[in-house]
């Protein structure tokens, strides 16, 4: 069982990280190999749109993006965090699943091999956690074109280290990974 987390903060220790590598923590101590990813270190241009990969299996564009599909495929769950910014989720992420397009045929068939789930972690200053919901709930449908079964989202609200009790919800979508 390899599950891996995927952080899209500019912040290396901030909210997110702290959420989606805690996750990872409880998901090794259940046994998982583990893997933590950090966008904001990676090299990962914009997609040029260019349908190259709709010819071709791979993206034209010769970065980071590859490294990271190749972990997806590698893993049996994925764990997805990302900071609200401006309701939604951050370009580093955007960025991200855009070069996901690479991941589908010109059939919009996915490439990625089926079986697979993921989790997504939000973290956000507003108390609401439902605020953003209609931004944050259409990723499920990226999940679902690359034929990967989304198991849910936790909505993390506030500075995590003030807040420690928040860890448990993102722990809990990683368990149903399981
Ligand atoms: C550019 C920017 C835009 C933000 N927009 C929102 C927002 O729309 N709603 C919200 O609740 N918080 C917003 N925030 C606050 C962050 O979502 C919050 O501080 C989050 O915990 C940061 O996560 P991080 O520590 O992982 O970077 C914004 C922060 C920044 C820097």
New binding site residues.
């Given amino acids: 069982m390899k599950i891996i987390g995927i952080?899209a903060?500019?912040?290396e220790k901030?909210?997110?990280?702290?959420?989606i590598q805690k996750s990872l923590d409880a998901a090794a101590a259940k046994g998982a190999e583990t893997e933590y990813i950090n966008l904001s270190k990676l090299t990962i241009h914009p997609c040029k749109g260019c349908n190259y990969c709709k010819a071709h299996d791979t993206c034209v564009q010769k970065d980071d993006f590859a490294s990271v599909a190749e972990k997806i495929v590698s893993a049996d769950g994925i764990l997805m965090?990302s900071?609200?910014?401006?309701?939604?989720i951050t370009a580093q992420a955007k960025i991200f699943i855009d070069r996901l397009y690479a991941c589908v045929d010109s059939a919009f068939k996915s490439r990625v091999p089926p079986g697979k789930k993921i989790g997504f972690i939000y973290?956000?200053?507003?108390p609401d956690r439902n605020?953003?919901g209609a931004h944050l709930d259409k990723y499920n449908q990226v999940a679902g074109m690359l034929g990967i079964a989304a198991v849910g989202k936790f909505v993390?609200v506030?500075?995590?280290s003030a807040n420690p009790a928040e860890i448990d919800g993102a722990v809990e979508i990683a368990e149903k990974l399981f």
């Fill in positions: 952080t903060s500019p912040r901030g909210n997110t990280a702290t959420l965090g900071p609200v910014y401006f309701f939604d973290s956000q200053n507003t605020a953003f993390s506030g500075d995590v």
